[in-house]
Nanobody, 123 residues
Framework: QVQLGESGGGLVQAGGSLRLSCVVS????????MGWFRQAPGKEREFLAA????????YYKDSVKGRFTISRDSAKNTVYLQMNSLKPEDTAVYYC????????????????WGQGTQVTVSS
């Protein structure tokens, strides 16, 4: 397993931007997938994006394509989620996730999870 620590959440105006960071501790293998999810109050956890550590290939939920960008910095063992053009409906707790399986980037199955960081978008 790996340990994940999210940061970068906060309060931002609608239309603004925010970059979330997920620092990965422990061993990270080339086969790992990293993902971002969010959960709004009273809602189910929602998949947003995934990245394959080995080659940087990405996959996005259709609704966030063009607004959200997932990336990783191997030297810093950090995964990022750049969020632009934020809307009030983006308000949620955002979670980083990791999985060692060599399966599709579109998979919603992740083994390890961070504790989340709150993002609040005001009108």
């Amino acid at each position: 397993q790996v340990q994940l620590g999210e940061s970068g959440g906060g309060l931002v105006q609608a239309g603004g931007s925010l970059r979330l960071s997920c620092v990965v501790s422990g061993r990270t293998f080339s086969s790992y997938r990293m993902g971002w999810f969010r959960q709004a109050p009273g809602k189910e956890r929602e998949f947003l994006a995934a990245i394959r550590w080995s080659d940087g290939s990405t996959y996005y939920k259709d609704s966030v394509k063009g607004r959200f960008t997932i990336s990783r910095d191997s030297a810093k063992n950090t995964v990022y989620l750049q969020m632009n053009s934020l809307k009030p409906e983006d308000t949620a707790v955002y979670y980083c996730a990791a999985d060692p399986s060599r399966i599709s980037l579109a998979s919603r199955l992740f083994r390890d999870w961070g504790q989340g960081t709150q993002v609040t978008v005001s009108s």
